[in-house]
């Protein structure tokens, strides 16, 4: 896909996502901010500056300005590093999600991956919901009960699993609108994949899926069966919110996840 494409499906499928969960929550703010409803002169734009090294433009996240209707500009230095080669410069969770705080500059409601360090499968949805700012983690409440007993029915506990989601915060419209914004958390949840190694990712949603495995198909032909991405392995199947909110979609759920097990018994 193309990336303006690339980020129009993103967004679309962003945007399908915390509507689901405001259906099953209702609407929410986060501290003294709501990520919702921001408005958009309170978002920069991203600031163009050339490249040092081949002098294409590269677009930096920038802070809002103390001052009023001031942005600040980064200027990089010669040798300055693109936000691509820091973050694979990573090595561990820790610092990964340290640069993500860094980067992305205009909050600090953050809810980042939780787990094992060595997970047997790692679980990755869309954005956090409601409960998850609460406490502090990846699949809370209602969702995250659900998730555990589906998990547990598998034969996975807690020692295999590791939980995180494509976004580590809920984003304005302008924000999924921003190409370098939806590519750069794309390319942050890949590297915590890279990190971490798992045996197989669990995609729980349309946003993961088709994110992680690169494809905009129907969600339906993708979910229920184990692709196979620069020799990382996923497997996809409905979010649990789905689940909450259509009970219906509980039996195809529980088959791809009897799939699932039975790629894992191979392992």
């Not at 693109?82 to 205009?106: D, G, P, T």
């Not at 034969?155 to 304005?172: C, G």
């Not at 190694?197 to 184990?226: H, K, M, W, Y």
Request: aromatic share 8%.
């Amino acid at each position: 896909m193309s990336d303006s494409t690339n980020t129009a499906f993103i967004t679309d499928r962003v945007i399908r996502f915390l509507k689901q969960q405001r259906e099953l929550f209702g609407d929410f703010s986060v501290k003294s901010v709501d990520l919702n409803t921001r408005e958009e002169p309170a978002i920069p734009a991203p600031v163009p500056t050339p490249s040092a090294s081949n002098g294409n433009k590269e677009y930096h996240v920038v802070p809002e300005s103390k001052s009023e209707g001031v942005t600040e500009q980064i200027e990089p230095t010669n040798d300055e590093q693109s936000s691509e080669e820091r973050i694979a410069a990573c090595s561990s969770v820790e610092a990964l999600n340290s640069l993500y705080s860094e980067l992305i500059k205009n909050t600090n409601d953050f809810v980042f991956g939780k787990g094992s360090n060595s997970p047997k499968v790692m679980i990755i949805g869309g954005a956090p919901g409601k409960n998850d700012y609460k406490d502090g983690r990846p699949f809370s409440g209602k969702v995250g009960k659900l998730l555990d007993k589906i998990l547990t029915a598998i034969s996975l506990s807690k020692s295999d699993l590791y939980f995180s989601n494509i976004l580590k915060f809920r984003p304005s419209k302008s924000e999924l609108d921003n190409a370098e914004f939806t590519q750069m958390n794309t390319t942050f949840i890949k590297k915590e994949i890279d990190i971490l190694q798992p045996n197989i990712v669990l995609c729980v949603g349309e946003l993961a899926t088709q994110t992680l495995i690169n494809d905009s198909s129907d969600f339906d032909s993708l979910r229920g069966r184990l692709h196979t991405v620069e020799e990382q392995n996923y497997f996809a199947t409905y979010h649990p919110a789905q689940l909450l909110l259509d009970e219906s979609l509980k039996r195809p759920c529980w088959e791809d996840l009897k799939i699932l097990k039975e790629h894992l018994n191979r392992r």
